[in-house]
């Protein structure tokens, strides 16, 4: 059940990024639990994006995955950046795990990931909500990216 759920998080990411956001480009979403763990996939799905409307050359295979830095210079990893652009994460689902926190900073960027609890199948207890908030207050990381984490992110989409 625990890694199901992500998986189905994941999956719904991917059939978002490509049946619903092509349709509804300015279309702004919050996907939880960090898009079902896509810090962690996030390498895979960029090495195998190739959208049918993409134009390659002819030498670049559609069916297999392609190393990050061809797929850099093809412009492909540009192409999902924009297609996401309006997709942001919530922190929910892992527990306040500071790694993986630290990781979707990296990788989905400071700008788009929101801090969220999960509760009530998560920190449910204020006191480890109130710990966690401190840990991210601890973290070595500039002090606009912990504020967009713990709530400008949600202030700018949602126009407050």
């Excluded at 960090?34 to 670049?60: I, N």
């Excluded at 069916?63 to 997709?87: C, M, P, Q, T, Y």
């Excluded at 480890?128 to 908030?133: L, N, Q, S």
């Amino acid at each position: 059940m625990t890694v199901a759920r992500e998986y189905d998080i994941i999956k719904s990411f991917v059939e978002i990024v490509y049946d619903v956001l092509p349709r509804f480009p300015g279309l702004k979403i919050i996907m939880s639990h960090f898009g079902g763990g896509l810090p962690a996939l996030k390498g895979r799905l960029l090495a195998w994006h190739r959208p049918d409307d993409f134009s390659l050359p002819d030498d670049v295979p559609r069916r297999s995955g392609l190393d990050i830095k061809l797929a850099e210079e093809l412009g492909l990893v540009g192409d999902f950046e924009s297609r996401v652009r309006n997709v942001y994460f919530d922190s929910a689902g892992y527990g306040g795990w500071l790694p993986v926190i630290k990781s979707a900073f990296e990788t989905l960027g400071t700008n788009r990931v929101c801090f969220a609890t999960d509760y009530p199948y998560e920190m449910n207890n204020a006191k480890y909500v109130k710990k966690h908030i401190e840990k991210i207050h601890e973290m070595e990381i500039p002090k606009e990216d912990k504020e967009n984490f713990l709530g400008k992110n949600l202030k700018e989409l949602f126009l407050l």
